[in-house]
């Protein structure tokens, strides 16, 4: 007997990783095999990729691949490494491009996406093109989640043109399912001034109204209550119970900073939010420590191994300090976790 299921199905071994290879599955029952084939979850990821180091795509199809996803990735830019090196080179895919490209996926019948993923983005026309494309993936698939890190800008200034900001915040985010912004660009989507932990927890609520169910704000410049050696991060999801009734909840997190600047790090947030709250669909603390504590391995192992290349008393360079991501399979498989989620607030209405 053979059952086809539709929906996707979760198999994971004795430490709670997801297998992702045994396809078919089958059982035996007395006399009869049932095999059950296994429909994979498949991610539409539109970032940028880099030649050399984990940035954009090279930060995200990884880590998605080894927790049980398959990513197609869509180049939006394609470089030699990221900008802050001293020398780069490359091409950048027009709005045009990108709808050719779709085109192509569309024409096969192969245009079913269970999530997708977008990052970095600084044209206005790809944009609006990408908001089209989104569109139409959930018209074909109502259940599918749109996981959107809405990168502009950071400490109080844009790095992308202003006219983004409209772009954003009245077609992008009210597609949003999950939405990843820090305090800077939290506060642009909204109009509100974070300077207190309430205030946080008000623009979350705006943030929510505007689409997203899961918001997390990814950093910020609240003080932590465990001194100025940590970053808070808060978070906050939306949830419809079966009954009908809606429940919410809110956290804290304290995330050890370190002295060093890294490049990918927000791509690889994003991708590991959306696997997390993938396998934790209604637990935001549980899915946010898995994502803070993969984060803190990757780091602490990258900071490591680039003081270890620049010597004693030397500043690590960009090349240096690329992402150790092959290097932290078995954490970002299986995280250690080291970083304890608070709870604000949990309520029902």
Known sequence: MI?????????????????????????????????????????????SHVVRGYVGNKSATFPLQVLGF?????NSVQFSNHTGYAHWKGQVLTAEELNELYEGIKLNKVNHYDYILTGYSRDTSFLEMVVDIIK????????????????????????????????????????????????????????RKITTEEDAVEVMDLLHKMGPETVVLTSSDLPS????????ALGSQKIVKPDGTNTSQKIC???????????????????????WTHYHPKDLKTACEKTVSVMHHVIKRTITYAHELAGPGKRPSPAQ????????????????IVV?????????H
């Open 3 to 47: 059952v086809s299921v539709s929906e996707p199905v979760h198999v994971f071994n004795a430490a709670l990783r997801p297998v992702t290879s045994f396809f078919p599955l089958c059982w035996l029952f007395s006399n009869a095999v049932v095999v059950i084939l296994v429909m994979e979850c498949r991610v539409l990821s539109i970032q």
């Open 70 to 74: 398959e990513v197609d990735s869509i």
């Open 136 to 191: 139409e993936l959930k018209e074909a698939n109502p259940g599918l989640v749109y996981v959107c890190d809405p990168v502009m800008g950071d400490q109080g200034a844009m790095y992308v043109p202003e006219h983004l900001l409209p772009v954003y915040r009245d077609k992008v985010v009210p597609l949003a399912d999950i939405l990843t912004p820090n305090q800077f660009e939290a506060e642009l989507l909204t109009g």
């Open 225 to 232: 209550k465990r001194g100025d050696q940590f970053l808070v």
């Open 253 to 275: 997190i304290d995330i050890p900073k370190v002295d060093a600047v890294f490049v990918g790090t927000g791509d690889l947030f994003a991708a590991l939010l959306l696997a």
């Open 321 to 336: 300090l690329e992402l150790r991501m092959v290097q932290s399979k078995a954490d970002i498989e299986n995280p250690a």
């Open 340 to 348: 304890e989620a608070k709870v604000l607030q949990k309520s029902s």
